[in-house]
């Protein structure tokens, strides 16, 4: 009996990680989707900005926070996918200080 339920439960675990990682793999094919749209309205000379704030649970004042700005030299230029980046450098930067 407990052989026979340690593998239903090894099996349920499988199924649940391989519907987790559908579920992450789909939700990144949206995001690149909707990243090459938002890339196809931007035009030469287009101000892109970025502000965001790192707040820690139960506090009001930001640990972080920021403004990125940048300007396409083209159209369709990927200015967005730079400053996500440098927000989360800074971000990780600032959570794993000790």
Do not use: C, W
Not at 29 to 52: E, M, P, R, T
Not at 75 to 95: F, K, S, W
């Amino acid at each position: 009996m407990f052989a026979v339920v340690a593998a239903h439960s090894a099996v349920a675990a499988s199924a649940a990680q391989a519907a987790a990682s559908a579920a992450a793999q789909s939700a990144q094919q949206q995001a690149i989707s909707q990243l090459a749209g938002f890339n196809g309205q931007i035009k030469s000379k287009d101000d892109v900005n970025v502000q965001y704030q790192l707040v820690q649970p139960g506090q009001t004042t930001p640990r972080v926070q920021n403004a990125l700005q940048g300007k396409a030299k083209s159209d369709g230029e990927d200015v967005l996918t730079p400053m996500l980046q440098a927000a989360a450098t800074n971000v990780l930067t600032e959570v794993t200080k000790k």
